[in-house]
Nanobody, 115 residues
């Protein structure tokens, strides 16, 4: 069973930045993809950014150059930095890790952007 421990988040002022990290443990398989999704109340979960074990990256359309994702394969840890936050970025941010046997989700961390 893969366990994901998320850290970061909290209250951020508009125009500020957030830094999130997520460490995976317990996997018997290599983690192929790690990344972040978010879900606001009443909305569907959406992609923020993901990174593959070879380094490829994909960002959600709304990111528009504001985010940077990175990964430490040795530590099975993924990092997300996002800048120029607006109240519309207020959401629960979820870490996701995908292995050969399926995806695993973290419990989520709340990010609230105040205007």
């Amino acid at each position: 069973q893969v366990q994901l421990v998320e850290s970061g988040g909290g209250l951020v002022q508009a125009g500020g930045s957030l830094g999130l990290s997520c460490a995976a443990s317990g996997s018997s398989f290599s983690i192929i993809v790690m990344g972040w999704y978010r879900q606001a109340p009443g909305k569907e979960r959406e992609l923020v950014a993901v990174i593959g074990d070879s380094g490829w990256k994909t960002y959600g359309e709304f990111v528009k150059g504001r985010a940077s994702i990175s990964r430490d394969n040795a530590k099975n840890t993924v990092y997300l930095q996002m800048n120029s936050l607006t109240p519309e970025d207020t959401s629960v941010y979820y870490c996701k890790a995908t292995t050969a046997v399926g995806p695993y989700w973290g419990q989520g961390t709340q990010v609230t952007v105040s205007s």
